[in-house]
């Protein structure tokens, strides 16, 4: 089954505390994204991948890191998580950036205390 | 930077009502994509429109693309329960690399 799969789906983190959520995809897609979603803000992105080894800042980078070592992974690490970094986060997927649509994981619900 | 509205914010309907979401882009777009997010789920795809002045249709939902490419609508004629969820709209940057998303229009059916 296609899909885009994220780990781990919910997780409770205190400040400061580094964590990786990981994202994989076995569609052989090329391009991947992180975004995150809060209230009122609509969903909005972090990073995003062309393809292996190429990654650039989405909208909102600031406290984040990605890294893009094979085709069908594609963490985000946080590496002094905030409270403001307390968000729902979705990865997505697609076969190129230009014509084809999204795929979304299910979601990694974050809470930083 | 490029900005996407979406409006309205929010919709409640009863069940049978017609329901319209409409987006606004301050750049022209090369294309506008429509995403669903079901309470508690995440956004799937719905439809690409590419074309200026393109509409299509998926059942009871009716998509359009404004002749300038910078606003685009969702038409749902006959809303159903299963219609209940965010919509949002969503289109590319002019260098082809990220997509900005609308804030969505969150739509209530009531049986």
């Known amino acids: 089954e296609a899909q885009v799969t994220q780990n781990p789906r919910y997780l409770i983190t205190v400040t400061g505390k580094k964590l990786t959520v990981t994202c994989s995809q076995n569609m052989n897609h090329e391009y991947m994204s992180w975004y995150r979603q809060d209230p009122g803000l609509g969903l909005r992105q972090i990073y995003y991948?062309?393809?292996?080894?190429?990654?650039d800042k989405g909208d909102v980078p600031e406290g984040y890191k990605v890294s893009r070592k094979e085709k069908r992974n594609f963490p985000l690490i946080l590496e002094s998580p905030s409270p403001n970094q307390t968000s729902l986060y979705f990865c997505?997927?697609?076969?190129?950036?230009?014509?084809?649509?999204?795929?979304f994981g299910p979601g990694t619900r974050l809470t930083v205390t | 930077g490029q900005q996407v509205m979406q409006i309205p914010q929010y919709q409640h309907v009863q069940e049978g009502e017609d329901f319209t979401t409409y987006c606004n882009s301050s750049t022209t777009l090369s294309n506008i994509q429509w995403y669903k997010q079901r309470p508690g789920g995440h956004p799937v795809f719905l439809i690409q429109l590419v074309k200026s002045g393109e509409v299509k249709k998926q059942k009871r939902l009716t998509f359009q693309f404004g002749e300038a490419k910078k606003n685009s609508s969702l038409h749902i004629t006959a809303t159903q329960t299963t219609d209940v969820g965010t919509y949002f709209c969503a289109g590319p940057d002019s260098g082809y690399s990220t997509l900005t998303f609308g804030k969505g229009t969150m739509l209530l059916v009531s049986p």
């Open positions: 997505a997927s697609s076969a190129d950036f230009n014509s084809y649509e999204q795929y």
């Open positions: 991948s062309m393809n292996v080894e190429v990654t």
